[in-house]
């Protein structure tokens, strides 16, 4: 199994988990191809981009090019939120709709459910900085890859992406990641952008969540359209499971939303139907 690792040179955090991850052991030079580099450690390769990872598409069938069988994709990176509030992230990627920052448009790359919700487990453990807010984002950028990916991030703005201790969180959390995939996985819908109920839900029940999507992307949106999400959503994380955030919507939205789901051959689930993490 090869987990590639993402760094862009353009990007502050990115660059200071690669520059922490590469402390922690002897990293062996694969060489370059292009502007790309190379560095691998056990089963884990460092990927070094020259440009920013969202535009960067089929970045993995350039590794695979390069001789490296990719079996998931982890892309280190920023976040930015007008909140400025600092923050350590993941999030699945693709497109419900357009494709303003990146990938293809109506298309979702594949989730990574046990990893990144054992990377969330897992920065709630290690952080020691208690104003980051620790969470999932929903499903959104790009780029476009073939293979599961999620995206790991420190936010919001400037100070936070200059905070190399942040990013040395992170870089841990990668190093020691170790996915639980005996839990279920499924899709997170409704809710806002940071996920808040999904991110409650995985960090006490055994679940693991793939994408996520959430109110704003449905409003205003006929059937046909929210059925497509939710198939898209499902398929990109192999799953038949949904878990609906139903106290986010109006009791109407609610249930037109679960007549949906239900329609397409979908199981709602909440949180008495999961089993606690001991």
């Not at 191809?33 to 691998?40: A, D, V």
């Not at 839990?183 to 819908?189: A, K, L, N, Q, R």
Request: hydrophobic share 35%; net charge negative; glycine share 6%.
């Amino acid at each position: 199994m090869s987990r590639l690792l993402v760094c862009s040179e353009l990007d502050l955090p990115s660059a200071n988990m690669r520059d922490s991850l590469l402390s922690f052991h002897e990293w062996e030079d694969m060489g370059s191809e292009g502007q790309n580099r190379y560095l691998r450690y056990g089963d884990s390769i460092i990927m070094t981009i020259p440009d920013m990872h969202i535009r960067h598409e089929d970045l993995d069938k350039e590794a695979e090019a390069f001789g490296i069988k990719v079996d998931e994709i982890i892309v280190m990176s920023k976040h930015s939120a007008k909140s400025g509030r600092p923050a350590l992230t993941v999030h699945p990627i693709g497109n419900y709709h357009e494709n303003m920052y990146g990938g293809k448009e109506r298309t979702l790359v594949p989730a990574a459910p046990a990893f990144m919700s054992a990377a969330l487990r897992a920065i709630v453990q290690k952080n020691d900085m208690p104003e980051n807010q620790l969470c999932f984002e929903v499903t959104h950028h790009g780029p476009f890859v073939s293979r599961p990916t999620f995206y790991i991030e420190v936010g919001s703005e400037q100070t936070h992406w200059e905070n190399k201790h942040a990013a040395e969180i992170l870089a841990h959390v990668l190093d020691e990641l170790e996915p639980d995939d005996t839990y279920p996985s499924m899709v997170g819908v409704g809710g806002g952008h940071y996920a808040p109920r999904f991110t409650e839900v995985a960090l006490k029940f055994k679940a693991n969540f793939g994408h996520m999507l959430p109110i704003y992307q449905m409003e205003g949106r006929d059937d046909e359209d929210i059925i497509r999400m939710v198939k898209d959503a499902c398929a990109a994380t192999d799953t038949k499971t949904v878990y609906l955030h139903r106290k986010s919507m109006k009791k109407p939205e609610e249930r037109r939303v679960s007549a949906l789901i239900e329609s397409a051959g979908f199981e709602i689930v909440s949180s008495k139907d999961l089993e606690p993490i001991q």
